[in-house]
C-alpha cells in the first residue's frame, strides 16, 4: 500500500486548502484511513478520520472548520481546511490501516501565515 499526499501550502488566516491522499497497492480490506498533523515539537495528532466504513471523527481543534471526504476517485480522500489558523500550521500526514497495519504517506506542509 503506498500513499501520496498533496495540497499543502502556504495560506493566510481564515483561508482554505484542501488536502488529497491517493493510495494505491493492495487497497482491498483497508478498514480505516486518516489524516494526522504533527507541528515542531509537538507529537502527531489525529485530525480527522474514518472508522468502521463511513463513521468520521475529528479533533475538537478542527471540528465545524474541517472536513473529510472521499473524492471522486475510489482510492482518494480528501480533507478541506476552513477557516485555517496560525496554530493549524503542521506537516499533514494521510494514513491507512490494513489488516492491523498502518501506512502513512509523505507528508505535507501546511502553513497559515499572514
Known amino acids: 500500500v503506498q500513499l501520496q499526499a498533496s495540497g499543502g501550502g502556504l495560506v493566510q488566516p481564515g483561508g482554505s486548502l484542501r488536502l488529497s491522499c491517493v493510495v494505491s497497492?493492495?487497497?482491498?480490506?483497508?478498514?480505516?484511513m486518516g489524516w494526522y498533523r504533527q507541528a515542531p515539537g509537538k507529537p502527531r495528532e489525529l485530525v480527522a478520520g474514518f472508522t468502521n466504513g463511513d463513521s468520521t471523527n475529528y479533533a475538537d481543534s478542527v471540528k465545524g472548520r474541517f472536513t473529510i471526504s472521499r473524492d471522486n476517485g475510489p482510492n482518494t480522500f480528501a480533507l478541506q481546511m476552513n477557516s485555517l489558523k496560525p496554530e493549524d500550521t503542521a506537516v499533514y500526514y494521510c494514513n491507512v490501516v490494513r489488516l492491523g497495519k498502518t501506512y502513512w504517506g509523505q507528508g505535507t506542509l501546511v502553513t497559515v501565515s499572514s
Open positions: 497497492g493492495t487497497v482491498i480490506r483497508i478498514n480505516d
